[in-house]
C-alpha cells in the first residue's frame, strides 16, 4: 500500500471548517483513500474513502485531486468533538490490513 | 457503538503472568483484526483473520498468540508479559466487500496493565 504524508498537526476554529491534507504520490490506480479518526484513547473510526471522485457523507466530505497523488479531508462544520487524530490511508483493497501512520493531531478551539 | 466488543476493558497484571483477550465482531463480519496501541507508539497492526484462518501477520511477538471461533469471535492470547506489552489492545471486524469499500468497526479497546 502507498505510503501517505500528513502534517502532524493543525488547529482549527470552532464552526469553520477543517481541511486535512493528505500526500500520497506512489499512489496505483486500484489503492482506495481512507480516512479514519480516533478521539483520545477511544477505538479509530471510519469516516470516508474514496478512489478517485470525490465522496460526502453525513461526516465529511473527501476531495481527491485528478491525478490522485493529494487528497483532502473536509469537516465542514468543525465542533469540539471533532478533536482527534485524523488517518489518511491508502488501501488496495477490502480485506487488507490497515496501517496507520503518525496521522494529524486536530485540535478545535472554541 | 460500534458493534464490536472487546472484554475486559482494563486488565493489570503482573510480569511473567498471561492474559486472554477477548472480541465479538458485528454480526457478520468475517474478518476479525487485532491492534496494539503503546504510549509511545502508534496503531501496530498484529494479526488478521478470516473466516476462522490466519489471513496476515504483522509485528506479533511469537509470546503473542490468536484464534478466531467457528463463531467469529477472537481471542488474542498475551503471554509471559513484561512491562512494554502493556497497551491499548484493539480489535476491528469487516465485512468484505468485492472491489473494495469493507471499512474496518474498532472496539473500545482492552488497556492491559503489566506492573
Known amino acids: 500500500d502507498a505510503k501517505t504524508t500528513q502534517p502532524p498537526s493543525m488547529d482549527c476554529a470552532e464552526g469553520r471548517a477543517a481541511n486535512l491534507p493528505c500526500n500520497h504520490s506512489?499512489?496505483?490506480?486500484?489503492?482506495?483513500v481512507y480516512w479514519y479518526r480516533q478521539i483520545h484513547s477511544q477505538g479509530p473510526q471510519y469516516i470516508i474513502h474514496?478512489?478517485?471522485n470525490n465522496e460526502t457523507n453525513e461526516m465529511a466530505s473527501l476531495i481527491i485531486t485528478e491525478d490522485r497523488k493529494s487528497s483532502t479531508l473536509i469537516l465542514p462544520h468543525a465542533t469540539l468533538r471533532d478533536t482527534a487524530v485524523y488517518y489518511c490511508i491508502a488501501l488496495k483493497a477490502a480485506g487488507n490490513k490497515l496501517t496507520f501512520g503518525g496521522g494529524t493531531r486536530v485540535l478545535v478551539k472554541p | 457503538d460500534s458493534g464490536v466488543t472487546q472484554t475486559p476493558k482494563h486488565l493489570i497484571t503482573a510480569t511473567g503472568q498471561r492474559v486472554t483477550l477477548r472480541c465479538s465482531p458485528r454480526s457478520g463480519d468475517l474478518s476479525v483484526y487485532w491492534y496494539q496501541q503503546s504510549l509511545d507508539q502508534g496503531l501496530q497492526f498484529l494479526i488478521q483473520?478470516?473466516?476462522?484462518?490466519?489471513?496476515a501477520k504483522g509485528n506479533i511477538l511469537e509470546r503473542f498468540s490468536a484464534q478466531q471461533f467457528p463463531d467469529l469471535h477472537s481471542e488474542l492470547n498475551l503471554s509471559s508479559l513484561e512491562l512494554g506489552d502493556s497497551a491499548l489492545y484493539f480489535c476491528?471486524?469487516?465485512?468484505?466487500?468485492?472491489?473494495?469499500?469493507?471499512?474496518?468497526?474498532f472496539g473500545e479497546g482492552s488497556r492491559l496493565t503489566v506492573l
Open positions: 476491528a471486524s469487516s465485512v468484505e466487500v468485492a472491489g473494495g469499500g469493507g471499512e474496518l468497526f
Open positions: 474514496g478512489l478517485k
Open positions: 506512489t499512489i496505483s490506480g486500484n489503492e482506495y
Open positions: 483473520y478470516y473466516n476462522g484462518e490466519e489471513r
